[in-house]
Structure formats: structure tokens, C-alpha cells
DNA sequence: CAGGGATTGAGAACCGTTATCACTATCGGC
DNA sequence: GCCGATAGTGATAACGGTTCTCAATCCCTG
């Protein structure tokens, strides 16, 4: 654990939404932290692949990265300011493996994500 | 409609899995159709928006299309040769409703796809 | 046949991400 | 402390998928 990858975890902490790598690049060189955004890019990849950051895809490709519990969960994220709760899903998670099933599919795995607008932001 | 976008739509229709853009391009030049590349992703966005494909992100963000049935649904999808099998899920449907209400969240949508590896691929 | 709006496609630009590589920080052994 | 080995950093270049540009072409309508 370097100072920097200690940076990343603490914006991360402290932030309830998904952040792209770009963003976190800006607001940490903006507060004065020098850092580099291939430092940020590798760190992440590390927290990812440790299953201390989830990542998600934004509609047009970009990643975002959220500091979340190890528990398996998926997300409800606000739409219009990112507002992100983590939610459990036994139904869907017996759903998902009976439909594999059902049809033949073996390692079954899943990905499910609800979105919507949360009660502090317009309809707008 | 024009050729153009009759022969993309017929590469479509012939395939049971999800294909990129230059994945298309790269089939309808070596078959001998002429076709830029700028018109093949101006006809998925446009096929996109209204309907007529279901479009979904890559893990490394390449954006990928398939001809689907207008009824909505999900994707059981392998991940070794991506052979795709529409999905109903009223179960689904109902409990994504019922989280987003649950926290306060309006107007919800959401995205569920299952992966796993088909009868027909082996573990590898 | 024109005229004119829509479409096409080669190439450039764009943008998020990854690779490169010289430099720096860290650490265990001396 | 000093040294060499090792791992990490970050400015920059490269990469790859997508979108933009714009001149050429198509195609409908009068
Ligand atoms: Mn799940
Ligand atoms: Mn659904
Ligand atoms: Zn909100
Ligand atoms: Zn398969």
C-alpha cells in the first residue's frame, strides 16, 4: 500500500457515487494531491481485481468505480446525481441460476443494475 | 431504408449472437458488400434508437448489437461463443419495481444479462 | 431531365484507456 | 549509513473503438 493507492481508497471512501478515473484524476489534482492518471487507471485495476471497487459501464463505454462491501450485491443509482444504494437480491439471484440452468448453461453469472431518480433530484 | 442499411439489418438477422460494429464491417467487406465503417455505426445507433437492436457493453467497454424481439426481455448469453437465448423475467421486473420504490427512487429502469458457457462450449 | 435534401464513406479527430520507460521510493542485507 | 534489488510512479506516446467532417453520390419530386 503506497500513498497514493491510500488517495484513491480515501476519495473513494468518502464518495457515495460512481467516479470515472478522469474525475477522480481532476478533484484530487485540484485539492493539491500530486498524482499521475496512470497511477490512478493501475490502482483501480488493482482495488478491482481484489473486489475492494466495483466497476460499472456507463452507456457509452466509460468505467466507474465505487468503493462497496464485499458481500455480493448489486446497485440502485440515481440517474440524475449517481446517489448509490447497494441492495440484495436473493430472488433474482436463484432466478439467474434456473434460467442457466433451464437452458444448459453451466458457471452461471449475472449483472443487474436498477436505476432511477432519486427523491432529491427533479424530474427535469 | 436504403441498401446500405437492408444489408446490415440482413447481417443481423442471420445471427443468433451479439456483433460489433467491426466485427460487421470486417464480415461485409470479406463477402464483397461494399460499406463504410461510419455507415454501419450511423445505422446500429439509428437501429438502436428505435428499437430494432438490443445493444450492450463488453467488460472492456466495445459496445455490441443484436437483432432481438421487440417484447422486452433479457439475455442469457455464452461467454465463449456468445450464443444468446431471449429471457422473460416477470419475477425480475417486479422486484427491480419494488427496490426502486422502496428507497424512494422514481421512474426505474434496469439492466440484467446472464452469462455462462452453453451446452456446446467446453470448459476450457 | 434539373434541383435539392438525404446518405455515403474515406479519413481525421476524439477520448478513455493502456503501454513505455526513465526516474524515484522502499527495503533487507552488509 | 550505503548498496543493490525490487516495486511503484507519472509524463508521454500509443492504442482502439467511436464520432465527426465534408466532398461526392444517391434519390425523390416537380
Ligand atoms: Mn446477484
Ligand atoms: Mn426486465
Ligand atoms: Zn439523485
Ligand atoms: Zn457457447
Redo the contacts between chains.
Sequence with gaps: MTRQRDVILQALADEEAFRSAQELYADLRTAGTPIGLATIYRALQTLADTGDVDVL?T?S???LYRRCGTRHHHH?I??SCGKT?E?A?D??EQ??HA??KR?????????????????DCPDA
Tied chains: 1, 2.
Design positions: 459501464r452507456e463505454g466509460e468505467a440502485l440515481c440517474r444504494v441492495v437480491a430472488a433474482v432466478w439467474a434460467v442457466a437452458h444448459g448453461f453451466r458457471d452461471p453469472a449475472h449483472t443487474v443494475e436498477v436505476f432511477g431518480l432519486c427523491r
